[in-house]
């Protein structure tokens, strides 16, 4: 699962720190995520589609095992 979350957070001028501070969650976690080596629980998925006030699939790209 790719996302957006790097894009989005430092578009806003979010820093990594601020961002798991308030999502309750270690930096190496939000580095984890935009790094892709990290998949979010379901919980903390909508937590940052909140957090950006956006829809989680706007977040993140969901993709089959084709790509698609």
Same mark, same amino acid.
Do not use: C, W
């Given at each position: 699962?790719? =996302?957006?979350? #790097? #894009?989005?957070?430092? @578009?806003? %001028?979010?820093? +990594?720190?601020?961002? &798991?501070? &308030?999502?309750?969650?270690?930096? +190496?976690?939000?580095?984890?995520?935009? =790094?892709?080596?990290?998949?979010?629980?379901?919980?903390? &998925?909508? =937590?940052? @589609?909140?957090?950006? %006030?956006? &829809?989680?699939?706007?977040?993140?790209?969901?993709?089959?095992?084709? %790509?698609?």
């Amino acid at each position: 699962m790719k =996302n957006r979350i #790097e #894009e989005i957070r430092k @578009a806003r %001028g979010i820093r +990594q720190e601020d961002f &798991a501070k &308030a999502l309750g969650v270690s930096r +190496q976690t939000i580095s984890s995520l935009e =790094n892709g080596r990290y998949n979010p629980s379901i919980f903390l &998925a909508h =937590n940052i @589609a909140r957090y950006f %006030g956006m &829809a989680i699939e706007e977040v993140f790209l969901f993709e089959d095992e084709d %790509g698609r």
